[in-house]
């Protein structure tokens, strides 16, 4: 996060070279910090209450846009293991127990779903949060390259929001969404497509049918430039999300991905991700070189 925000505590973090790379060469406006990913149990309630005040009040409106991804029927509620999971990838996280106490503390510990614009306007200490509202509707009869150009220029002035939304959808961290997610995110962020018309996307994107993508394909094939969403993503953050120890080499945490994805995509039937979407060439080049590591060890 932001130094402002944290506060000197964690003035260490904010030096950190992943940290100085986004802040450097960020140009979203909508980025005003950066998750950490450690978790605090010793954290005391009011303290993650006046943090997460101050979230809401530079991000209030992202905050609640982030739970409409989860928020299939328009209520304002979620359910309290997805809401946890909006805070840690937007905020920073908290164990269940200091998610318990919190929403004790704000009145809301109730059983069933939480609605978050009443919880977030509870943390702001009653204060009413503007709300950015997509209507938007695109029509049946246009051609799928000017849907992706649409798709492009709503999101690329918020790639940090979009990033993260990914990222709650892909708890495994394997860079892998489904087809259902994909389109909650296009509906929350841009617009709202038809059923034939988000068919034909997902399949320029899906041509063997596997039923997920690469989502960094996704955002590269639509022309985000790939540099840039290294910026956002670097290899340790994703590494702390992970919330893997820092003692551990690069090489073992990308071992340890690889394994898990590769191991995925046989249960469920398909293409490694390693190799989906490359022409014969490239498989067989990839092919070899596992061979090769494989002989070395």
């Not at 969404?177 to 962020?189: A, D, F, H, P, V």
Request: glycine content about 4%; hydrophobic content about 35%.
């Amino acid at each position: 996060m932001a130094c402002s925000v944290i506060g000197s505590e964690n003035d260490n973090q904010c030096s950190s070279p992943a940290y100085s790379r986004i802040a450097s060469s960020a140009s979203v406006s909508s980025i005003a910090s950066f998750p950490e990913y450690d978790v605090k149990p010793n954290m005391k309630v009011a303290d993650i209450k006046n943090r997460l005040s101050e979230l809401v009040g530079i991000k209030g409106s992202d905050l609640i846009q982030a739970c409409k991804n989860f928020d299939r029927r328009s209520t304002n509620k979620i359910p309290k293991a997805q809401f946890r999971q909006v805070l840690r990838t937007f905020c920073f996280p908290i164990t269940v127990a200091q998610f318990n106490a919190l929403c004790y503390e704000v009145n809301m510990n109730h059983p069933g779903k939480i609605n978050y614009i009443e919880f977030f306007s509870k943390i702001a200490g009653g204060k009413s949060i503007h709300i950015q509202r997509t209507s938007e509707k695109v029509a049946d009869d246009i051609p799928i390259d000017e849907v992706e150009l649409r798709i492009k220029e709503k999101i690329k002035s918020r790639l940090y929001d979009v990033i993260r939304a990914f990222w709650l959808f892909d708890i495994n961290k394997d860079g892998l969404i489904q087809k259902i997610e994909l389109r909650r995110i296009i509906r929350n962020y841009c617009f709202n497509l038809s059923d034939d018309l988000f068919d034909d996307l997902w399949r320029n994107y899906d041509p063997k049918s596997t039923g997920v993508i690469r989502y960094k394909d996704f955002l590269v094939r639509l022309g985000i430039n790939s540099d840039r969403y290294e910026k956002y993503m670097p290899q340790e953050s994703v590494a702390q999300a992970l919330c893997w120890s820092d003692k551990k080499s690069k090489n073992i945490v990308d071992d340890i991905s690889c394994e898990q994805r590769s191991r995925r995509a046989a249960l469920e039937n398909r293409d490694d991700p390693a190799i989906q979407g490359l022409p014969l060439e490239e498989v067989k080049s990839i092919f070899m070189d596992r061979i090769r590591n494989r002989n070395r060890s």
